[in-house]
């Protein structure tokens, strides 16, 4: 079996998908990418604030290209309710009906297929608001929950999905890195997060990566202001040959006429040199965005600094022993 994971993705713009691509979504049996965006149906009205929609009906024709039943629909992000709750519920049942496979949602945090169990989760802070925490999978301020899937499904080849970090900073979020370096080390956790928009390749390991980095969205304000870092990724290929797993990355890139597989990636090419954004480019109100993604980063550090996690552990045992 070929499993090919793939970041952040809008797929229903018109969009050319360069020979070699195309030959790796048709050669792969199952495909699993972040839908980056909100479902617009064109007897609805749709949101004018929407930073990435995308036309279903344009979706649907881009998978039932390489084939339906290959994909794997990613809806765990910060941006797939941007068009209203109504939407978003009736693109679900859209999925159902097309006989889609989608993970993400609060009641789909996991899908199995074949030999893997991949679980897709949505960050605290990549800024998303209370709708997101109710309808989708989703993280506040530790990891617990995906920690049981890991320890429960010993048997299981897991990835592990995340749409994480901040947007369009080069490093990983801290508070996510003791749970990152617990389970690497398995032999049966892939570790593949989404969201940055950049590559991030810290301490990567085969079966870990913080940052795919941006297989496409329709923001050209990316492409024109951040150029070369905003065109750049990885998609990774899970080979199966009866229980071993063999992993390779594959460079991809959008040169603004196609997206297609490159030979290599020229690690220059994936820095914001003079641009080390610490939190997202501000929108709407922007005194109160500042101060939303500031707040952000200050609760990153209290919840990364080794205080926070000693009294976190104590007040767990204390609650453990009273359950007890």
Excluded at 29 to 46: C, K, R
Excluded at 98 to 122: A, W
Excluded at 177 to 197: A, E, L, Q, R, S
Aim: aromatic share 14%.
């Amino acid at each position: 079996m070929k499993l090919l994971i793939m970041s952040d993705f809008n797929p229903s713009v018109t969009i050319k998908i360069g020979e070699n691509l195309s030959n790796l979504l048709k050669n792969s049996d199952f495909i699993l990418f972040n839908l980056e965006g909100s479902p617009n149906f064109a007897s609805f009205n749709n949101k004018k604030n929407q930073i990435l929609k995308f036309d279903v009906e344009a979706f649907y024709n881009f998978l039932y290209k390489y084939g339906v039943n290959k994909f794997i629909v990613s809806i765990a992000n910060n941006h797939i309710l941007d068009n209203g709750i109504g939407n978003f519920k009736r693109f679900l049942n859209f999925l159902d009906s097309k006989g889609i496979k989608y993970v993400g949602s609060k009641s789909i945090p996991f899908i199995e297929i074949e030999d893997f169990l991949i679980y897709s989760v949505v960050s605290w802070e990549t800024g998303i608001t209370e709708p997101y925490f109710k309808y989708l999978n989703s993280l506040k301020f530790n990891h617990d929950k995906v920690q049981k899937i890991i320890d429960n499904n010993l048997d299981k080849k897991i990835i592990i999905y995340p749409h994480w970090g901040m947007d369009l900073y080069q490093k990983p979020t801290k508070n996510h890195m003791d749970f990152v370096n617990k389970n690497i080390k398995k032999n049966n956790v892939y570790i593949y997060g989404h969201h940055p928009h950049l590559i991030i390749e810290n301490d990567s390991k085969v079966n870990y990566l913080f940052s795919l980095g941006n297989t496409y969205v329709p923001h050209p304000n990316y492409y024109q202001r951040f150029h070369k870092p905003l065109r750049c990724s990885k998609a990774v290929l899970l080979t199966t040959i009866s229980k071993s797993v063999s992993v390779s990355f594959i460079n991809i890139f959008y040169d603004a006429n196609k997206l297609d597989v490159v030979t290599n990636i020229n690690q220059k090419d994936i820095i914001l040199k003079g641009n080390l954004r610490k939190f997202p480019r501000p929108k709407g109100i922007t005194i109160y965005d500042y101060f939303l993604k500031s707040l952000l980063k200050t609760t990153n550090i209290i919840t990364s600094s080794k205080i926070y996690r000693y009294f976190r552990n104590k007040t767990k045992n204390k609650s453990i022993e009273v359950n007890l």
